[in-house]
C-alpha cells in the first residue's frame, strides 16, 4: 500500500517527508471524521454557503484516495447528521444533490478498486432520488471489503443506540442476562464495523457533534483547524503520524501492541 500511495507523492515534499515517517504496520484500521467547517470557508471567501459544501465534496474525493492508497480499511464520514435538517431548505437541498452526484460520479471508481460503500443512519428519510442511487451502490459493491467508505448520512449517535436498544428488545430470544458489550455493538449500525481508531475533526471546534457516541469510547482524537475544503493528503498523513506517536492504552498502565 505504501507504493501506491507514494506514486502520488513528489520527492523532496513535505507529504513525502510525513510518509516516511509512518509505519505502515501500524495504520488505524479505522479513521473517522467529523467534516466541518464548510460554512466558514465560503464566509471567508464572500461566498455562499453551498459553495463551501461543494468545495468540501472535492476534499472527500482526496481522502478517499488517500486513506485507500494507504491501506486504512475503514474512513467513516459524518455527511449529513439528523439535526442538519434545521438548516435552510437551500442548503439542505444542495447537500443531497451534492451526495447524489459524488455517487454518480464516483460509482465506477469505487467498483473498479473494489471499495465498499456503506451507510450509517436512518436512511429511509434521505430524499427519493439520493437515496435510490444510494441503495443502487451499496448494492453494487456490497461484496468488496479492501476498502469500505462508510457515510454517516441522517445520522444522530443517541438515535442509533435508542434504535439498537428497541432491535434487542424486540427479540424475544434475547434474555437481559446476556445483553453485554458485544452483543449491544452488534445491533448498532455499524456491526461488523471496528470501532474508530482515530477521531478526526476539522475547524477547530471541541466537540463530538453526536457521532458514534458508542464507537468512539478508546478512539484518539486530532482537532485540526483547519476548514474542511482544505484539508488535504497532507493533513491526512499529519495526523496518521500524530495517532502513531500516542500511546494507546485502553485504561490499563502499560501501552495495548
Ligand atoms: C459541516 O460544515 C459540513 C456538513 C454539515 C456537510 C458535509 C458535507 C460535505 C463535505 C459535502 C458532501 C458530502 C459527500 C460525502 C459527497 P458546516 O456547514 O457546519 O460549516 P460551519 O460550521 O463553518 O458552518
Same mark, same amino acid.
Given at each position: 500500500?505504501?507504493?501506491?500511495?507514494?506514486?502520488?507523492?513528489?520527492p523532496?515534499?513535505?507529504?513525502?517527508?510525513?510518509?516516511?515517517?509512518?509505519d505502515?504496520?501500524?495504520?488505524?484500521?479505522?479513521?473517522?471524521?467529523?467534516?466541518?467547517?464548510?460554512?466558514?470557508?465560503a464566509?471567508?471567501?464572500?461566498k455562499p454557503?453551498?459553495?463551501?459544501?461543494?468545495?468540501?465534496?472535492?476534499?472527500?474525493?482526496e481522502?478517499?484516495?488517500?486513506c485507500?492508497r494507504?491501506g486504512?480499511?475503514?474512513?467513516?464520514l459524518?455527511?449529513?447528521?439528523?439535526?442538519?435538517?434545521?438548516?435552510p431548505?437551500?442548503e439542505?437541498?444542495?447537500l443531497?444533490?451534492?451526495?447524489?452526484?459524488?455517487l454518480?460520479?464516483e #460509482?465506477n471508481? +469505487?467498483?473498479?478498486?473494489? /471499495?465498499r %460503500?456503506?451507510? =450509517?443512519?436512518?436512511? *429511509?428519510?434521505?430524499?427519493?432520488k439520493?437515496?435510490?442511487?444510494?441503495?443502487?451502490?451499496i448494492h453494487?459493491?456490497?461484496e468488496y471489503?479492501?476498502?469500505?467508505?462508510?457515510?454517516a448520512l441522517?445520522?444522530?449517535?443517541?438515535?442509533?443506540?435508542?434504535d439498537a436498544?428497541?432491535?434487542?428488545m424486540d427479540?424475544?430470544?434475547i434474555h437481559?442476562?446476556?445483553?453485554?458489550e458485544d452483543?449491544?455493538?452488534?445491533?448498532?449500525?455499524?456491526?461488523?464495523?471496528?470501532?474508530?481508531?482515530?477521531?478526526?475533526r476539522? #475547524?477547530?471546534? +471541541?466537540r463530538?457533534?453526536n /457521532?458514534? %457516541?458508542?464507537? =468512539?469510547?478508546?478512539? *484518539?482524537i486530532w482537532?485540526?483547524?483547519?476548514?474542511?475544503?482544505d484539508?488535504?493528503?497532507?493533513?491526512?498523513?499529519?495526523?496518521?503520524?500524530?495517532?502513531q506517536?500516542?500511546?494507546r492504552?485502553f485504561?490499563?498502565?502499560k501501552?495495548?501492541q
Open positions: 500500500m505504501k507504493d501506491a500511495l507514494k506514486e502520488f507523492i513528489k523532496g515534499s513535505k507529504e513525502e517527508a510525513l510518509v516516511n515517517k509512518i505502515f504496520s501500524r495504520l488505524p484500521q479505522h479513521v473517522a471524521v467529523i467534516m466541518d467547517g464548510n460554512g466558514r470557508w464566509k471567508k471567501r464572500n454557503r453551498v459553495e463551501g459544501h461543494k468545495a468540501g465534496s472535492k476534499a472527500v474525493q481522502v478517499v484516495e488517500t485507500s494507504m486504512i480499511k475503514y474512513l467513516t459524518y455527511a449529513f447528521s439528523k439535526e442538519n435538517w434545521k438548516r431548505k437551500k439542505v437541498r444542495t443531497w444533490e451534492l451526495l447524489f452526484n459524488y454518480r460520479k #460509482s471508481v +469505487l467498483m473498479e478498486n473494489k /471499495f %460503500l456503506n451507510v =450509517i443512519g436512518d436512511i *429511509e428519510q434521505i430524499p427519493k439520493a437515496r435510490k442511487e444510494l441503495t443502487k451502490v453494487q459493491t456490497r471489503d479492501r476498502f469500505t467508505i462508510n457515510l441522517n445520522y444522530s449517535g443517541r438515535s442509533e443506540i435508542v436498544v428497541k432491535k434487542i427479540e424475544e430470544r437481559k442476562n446476556n445483553v453485554d452483543l449491544f455493538s452488534r445491533y448498532l449500525y455499524t456491526s461488523g464495523i471496528p470501532d474508530p481508531d482515530l477521531l478526526i476539522t #475547524s477547530g471546534e +471541541l463530538i457533534s /457521532f458514534l %457516541l458508542w464507537q =468512539i469510547a478508546y478512539s *484518539e482537532v485540526t483547524p483547519v476548514f474542511w475544503p484539508f488535504s493528503r497532507e493533513h491526512m498523513l499529519e495526523a496518521i503520524v500524530d495517532y506517536e500516542r500511546e492504552r485504561g490499563d498502565i501501552p495495548k
